[in-house]
T-cell receptor, first 114, second 111 residues
Framework: EDKVVQSPLSLVVHEGDTVTLNCSYE??????LLWYKQEKKAPTFLFML????IEKKSGRLSSILDKKELFSILNITATQTGDSAVYLC??????????????FGTGTRLTIIP | KAGVTQTPRYLIKTRGQQVTLSCSPI?????VSWYQQTPGQGLQFLFE???????NKGNFPGRFSGRQFSNSRSEMNVSTLELGDSALYLC??????????FGPGTRLTVT
């Protein structure tokens, strides 16, 4: 059974701190790993990672994938209160007949204290 | 506790047809949200139902509709299917409306 595990489950830090969120996975026929930020209702897409060792960066957020060790990290530097959210990791796997399956982790709840 | 279930898991339809997808939330969860995922797009929010009422709606055409029943089960309907509607449709249930638990999804292919 495909599995995506995120850690920590929750994290509380002060504004300005740097945080690292982890996502490990066990899937068959891995295709990509995705990070989402979920504040209220709809998760917001952050990154899609398909290749090992290539860092994706967007402002203060960055992410990297290690396909050998089967994990990804999401870094947020100089955190702000607006970064408070649940961060979801999802892994896309290719099933037979070209169909894909998406397995989500349960998320890391990040709280930034002013 | 059983997780979120979605049926069917896979579906193939032709252009112009309509389709109905079903979602059963985790027991006790009253909020059900629907999302569409297409390659490279990430999750796109369709709508959310809470206690049989649509509470939030994303930016999708009126061909996409939904409803929720008194037992919190939800259905999503897409009429006059287009090729671009081919996607993975995810349902998520929530107790609080904040943390969401996603179902396995329904893979819809429109030919």
């Amino acid at each position: 059974e495909d599995k995506v595990v995120q850690s920590p489950l929750s994290l509380v830090v002060h504004e300005g701190d740097t945080v690292t969120l982890n996502c490990s996975y066990e899937v068959t026929n891995f295709r990509s790993l995705l990070w989402y930020k979920q504040e209220k209702k709809a998760p917001t897409f952050l990154f899609m990672l398909t290749s090992s060792g290539i860092e994706k960066k967007s402002g203060r957020l960055s992410s990297i994938l290690d396909k050998k060790e089967l994990f990804s990290i999401l870094n947020i530097t100089a955190t702000q209160t607006g970064d408070s959210a649940v961060y979801l990791c999802a892994v896309e796997a290719v099933l037979s007949f070209g169909n894909e399956k998406l397995t989500f982790g349960t998320g890391t709840r990040l709280t930034i204290i002013p | 506790k059983a997780g979120v279930t979605q049926t069917p898991r896979y579906l193939i339809k032709t252009r112009g047809q309509q389709v109905t997808l079903s979602c059963s939330p985790i027991s006790g969860h009253r909020s059900v949200s629907w999302y569409q995922q297409t390659p490279g797009q990430g999750l796109q929010f369709l709508f959310e139902y809470f206690s049989e009422t649509q509470r939030n709606k994303g930016n999708f055409p009126g061909r996409f509709s939904g409803r929720q029943f008194s037992n919190s089960r939800s259905e999503m309907n897409v009429s006059t299917l287009e090729l671009g509607d081919s996607a993975l449709y995810l349902c998520a249930s929530s107790l609080t409306g904040y943390e969401q638990y996603f179902g396995p999804g329904t893979r819809l292919t429109v030919t």
